[in-house]
């Protein structure tokens, strides 16, 4: 009896990404502390962090206002090309909409956090819930794909949060600012978590433009390939790219035959009926009878199965076989279709050669979710049958 050896189990790589953040939050809360531990007045606050000189507390001001329109404009051409993105994909416009309601929801929290609780709970309870919330879904497709988002969106919060600045020298704005900060905080460390994805993001564009070049690479390949089958055929085999490019279904159809090894007789026998009903030629109904066979077995040996069904319409008889295997890899097609004796399997390998002799068109739809087969026959004159 043999004994079947497991297959060897993926390494699991560990991601230690979640030291960073964690380092950085320790730093955060650190300084915090020192800010407690140095007992100052109110007055030598204010001296410390508001600047005193009217001059200067101009110049900062004006430039805090410039650098929030800078970061502004910025945002706005990264938005415009989000807009221009989503005309074609509108899934742009649900991560934009996700990504203004993380920061909607960061800034009401950290804004109720700053105004009802010690500056040391605030940060605490603030980054705690936004940040573990973060943790929680980073590994989700959703929130990954607000990578691109929360990048322009670091631009709008900076804009945002420089133009508040700003404004202290006309209307104090920190009550506003303090809690902005923290979204701005936020918003990096989503970003933060997310930094293993960053030469993915970094090189998006690149990568889009690689998937365009291998798309129209394979295209022309592929019609390349279709051309050459059908001139080395003699115009026989139709090499299809879509389901569109099979031929027009004749009306009048059998019912859907199963193929399997024990039911081919029944697409042989509906073949070899309509092959009659045509007015086909004792060797013409032999010869579809003959393809019909090839394509069916195919569709079983190397498809696991599939379905038949067979269509006719005055002199002619159209018989479309499909299954769900493999496919014919495009490397392997023109050996698989033109050469005699070629298979990938344990079979006689003579089914495409033969279904090219007996019939008049055979189109050919292949692919990794299966193989879609259209015969197409009409019946000859009597003299080219004579001849």
Not at 264 to 269: D, F, N, S
Not at 374 to 387: D, I, K, M, S
């Amino acid at each position: 009896m043999a004994v079947t050896t497991p297959a060897p189990r993926a390494p699991r790589t560990v991601s230690y990404i979640w030291l960073l953040p964690a380092l950085l939050l320790c730093c955060a809360y650190g300084l915090l502390g020192l800010t407690f531990a140095e007992h100052l007045s109110h007055m030598e606050i204010m001296e410390r962090c508001v600047l005193v000189s009217p001059n200067l507390a101009r110049i900062w001001s004006v430039a805090h206002i410039e650098i929030g329109l800078a970061y502004f404009g910025v945002f706005g051409g990264m938005a415009y090309y989000l807009f221009r993105a989503a005309k074609v994909d509108p899934t742009h416009l649900t991560d934009l909409g996700l990504g203004f309601a993380y920061l909607l929801f960061s800034f009401l929290l950290d804004f109720t956090c700053v105004r009802y609780f010690t500056p040391f709970v605030a940060l605490l309870i603030g980054d705690a819930i936004v940040m573990t919330f973060t943790l929680l879904v980073s590994q989700q497709l959703w929130f990954q794909r607000l990578l691109g988002i929360f990048v322009p969106l670091v631009f709008f919060t900076c804009a945002f949060g420089h133009f508040m600045e700003g404004l202290t020298y006309w209307k104090l704005t920190y009550p506003v600012n303090v809690p902005w900060t923290m979204v701005t905080a936020d918003i990096g460390f989503a970003i933060l978590v997310n930094a293993a994805r960053f030469p993915a993001f970094i090189r998006g564009q690149d990568i889009v433009n690689e998937l365009e070049s291998a798309k129209a690479e394979a295209r022309a390949r592929h019609l390349f390939l279709r051309d050459v089958l059908l001139s080395v055929t003699e115009g026989h085999l139709h090499f299809c790219e879509t389901q569109v490019d099979l031929p027009t279904p004749l009306p009048d159809s059998s019912p859907l035959l199963p193929l399997q090894r024990d039911t081919l007789r029944g697409i042989r026998r509906a073949a070899t009926e309509a092959a009659e009903a045509a007015g086909f030629s004792p060797q013409e109904v032999h010869d579809l009878q003959t393809a019909v066979a090839e394509a069916a077995m195919n569709a079983v040996v190397h498809g696991g199965g599939g379905q038949g069904i067979v269509r006719a319409e005055g002199d002619a008889v159209q018989v479309l076989i499909t299954d769900q295997g493999a496919g014919i890899h495009l490397h392997e097609l023109p050996r698989a279709t033109l050469e005699r004796g070629f298979s990938t399997k344990d079979s006689l390998g003579h089914g495409f050669w033969l279904m090219l002799q007996m019939v008049e068109r055979v189109d050919l739809l292949t692919g990794a979710s299966g193989t879609t087969l259209v015969l197409t026959h009409r019946r000859r004159p009597a003299l080219e049958q004579a001849a």
